[in-house]
């Protein structure tokens, strides 16, 4: 399959599943939010340009932005990781590892302490940002904490669930030209 129509399927797919189904489901307490739908933007390949990721990332934060009736909120949050992705992905990997072998972000191609240094970050920053926005009046700082963290853990949890059951086949890039 094509990458144009592998990330355009992966759009759609995020895009379904986190309006149809974890959207659906109540928060805990008010307090934990699942969110997945982020993935693709860690998923996408290491050679995409920070700005036609960033552009990407805000198509795709207001595509859920649309059907969650949250006007920009999401594409804020998508756009601030996307900014930071490589710059995190240089920290992490070798200039001359995995980027220039492997198509994109995977336990396979960081291997497991970066890759899950790299899902962490991003997703802490997202989620920290997302409720920032969300939450700007509230004022308790403990439940702001809180938060974060609580949803951050499971989104993390959700991660990790979906990479061991949709374990994506890295091919080892020969031609790097």
Known sequence: MSPLV???TRFILFILVQVFVL????????????????????WMPFNT???????????????????????????????????VRPFLINLLIRQEGAEMTYASPSLTSMGWAPYLTYVLVLTILHHFYLVLLEY??????????????????VSVLLIFITELLFFR?????????
């Open 6 to 8: 592998k990330n355009i």
């Open 23 to 42: 959207h659906e489901v109540p928060p805990l307490h008010k307090f934990i939010t699942p969110y997945l739908y982020y993935l693709f933007i860690l």
């Open 49 to 83: 340009g920070r700005g036609v990721l960033m552009l990407l990332s805000f198509l795709f934060g207001l595509t859920l932005d649309y059907f969650l009736h949250t006007p920009g909120l999401h594409a804020a949050a998508c756009v601030l990781i996307a900014y």
């Open 136 to 153: 700007m009046a509230v004022g308790n700082f403990l439940y702001f904490i809180g938060k974060v963290f609580a949803s951050t853990g």
């Open 169 to 177: 086949k890295e091919r080892f890039r020969t031609n790097t030209a």
